[in-house]
């Protein structure tokens, strides 16, 4: 089954805030900083109508059957998993992070080097 999800551009271009959430989201993801991804994303809501719905729906009420099925995943006879999900469902008291802790798993951020310039 596929499903396609139709956010209305105009409000996401109306904002003025697309190039500024684009960045500060990169730039999170880039020094490990979930706190700032959570902030970005958290003044996104507040300045356009249905952010903060649309997040709910599409990110923080999917968390239970998400983390129920990573840990039925990791719980498996294969220990080799790869498991990728979007940033912002990492972050915060209610990301699958702190999720996957209150279940007793040991969750860890690796930071990995930029590549080095020739």
Known sequence: MTLLVVVPASSYAQSGLADEQFAGMVHAWQV???????????????????????????????????????????????RRRFIAVGALHLCGP????????????SVRQVFVAPPREK
């Open 32 to 78: 490990g900083d979930p706190n700032e991804m959570l902030e970005v994303a958290r003044r996104y809501n507040e300045k356009v109508k249905g952010a903060a719905e649309f997040e709910e729906k599409f990110v923080w009420s999917r968390h239970p059957a998400m983390v129920a099925k990573i840990a039925a995943w990791l719980d498996g006879p294969d």
């Open 94 to 105: 209610r990301g699958l992070v702190e999720l996957l802790r209150g279940r007793g798993y």
